[in-house]
T-cell receptor, first 116, second 115 residues
Framework: NAGVTQTPKFRVLKTGQSMTLLCAQD?????MYWYRQDPGMGLRLIHY???????AKGEVPDGYNVSRLKKQNFLLGLESAAPSQTSVYFC???????????????FGDGTRLSIL | AQSVAQPEDQVNVAEGNPLTVKCTYS??????LFWYVQYPNRGLQFLLK??????LVKGSYGFEAEFNKSQTSFHLKKPSALVSDSALYFC?????????????FGRGTSLIVHP
């Protein structure tokens, strides 16, 4: 059981380039999330999805887009990378347990992204 | 609105001594509370949660946490620290009364256990 898998694990981009980060989960979870982690800032939510075909903005959505065409996959796109987007990106998933929202999140091991 | 605070950026403890990592929260209704641990170059791993019932919750790796409603706290504890417990610890809260179903995370506390 792989859980949450993120690809790639590392990437270096030049300013202005675009890329897509892939998150895949094999637990049939409804909810999926993208976070960024920066030193001293904790985790900040970028976008999230409550089900296939739906997405919503989080705390820091600017400069990012997402898509959830399949329930198991959640893609994070950077259209025109900027140095401020240098960060570690984490994907997570969770299930709702009948709408109680009391279940923990399962995290991938992150994508380390550097924008030069 | 929901919020969570981890008042200590870093906690230092000697191996074998008890450890406490502090967390306080604010919610409108009743809280769902979670602790996660993050080892270097890894994602967050779930340790334990409080939903309802017994105020003392036991979790993975010998950790436990005590829910205190009057003090709005959910401190993480372990009776005897190990060097391998050194990691970053995050507290998170969800308000069970509705509103946002997205959890709010604290900024994290770095636990350093000295041999």
């Amino acid at each position: 059981n792989a859980g949450v898998t993120q690809t790639p694990k590392f990437r270096v981009l030049k300013t202005g380039q675009s890329m897509t980060l892939l998150c895949a989960q094999d637990m049939n979870h409804e909810y999926m999330y993208w976070y960024r982690q920066d030193p001293g800032m904790g985790l900040r939510l970028i976008h999230y999805s409550v089900g296939e075909g739906t997405t919503a903005k989080g705390e820091v959505p600017d400069g990012y887009n997402v898509s959830r065409l399949k329930k198991q996959n959640f893609l994070l796109g950077l259209e025109s990378a900027a140095p401020s987007q240098t960060s570690v990106y984490f994907c997570a998933s969770s299930y709702t347990d009948g709408g109680n929202f009391n279940q923990p999140q399962h995290f991938g091991d992150g994508t380390r992204l550097s924008i030069l | 609105a929901q919020s969570v605070a981890q008042p200590e950026d870093q906690v230092n403890v000697a191996e074998g001594n008890p450890l406490t990592v502090k967390c306080t929260y604010s919610v409108s209704g009743n809280p769902y509370l979670f602790w996660y641990v993050q080892y270097p170059n890894r994602g967050l791993q779930f340790l334990l949660k409080y939903i309802t019932g017994d105020n003392l919750v036991k979790g993975s790796y010998g950790f436990e946490a005590e829910f205190n409603k009057s003090q709005t706290s959910f401190h993480l504890k372990k009776p005897s620290a190990l060097v391998s417990d050194s990691a970053l610890y995050f507290c998170a809260v969800r308000d069970s009364s509705g509103g946002s179903y997205i959890p709010t995370f604290g900024r994290g506390t770095s636990l350093i256990v000295h041999p």
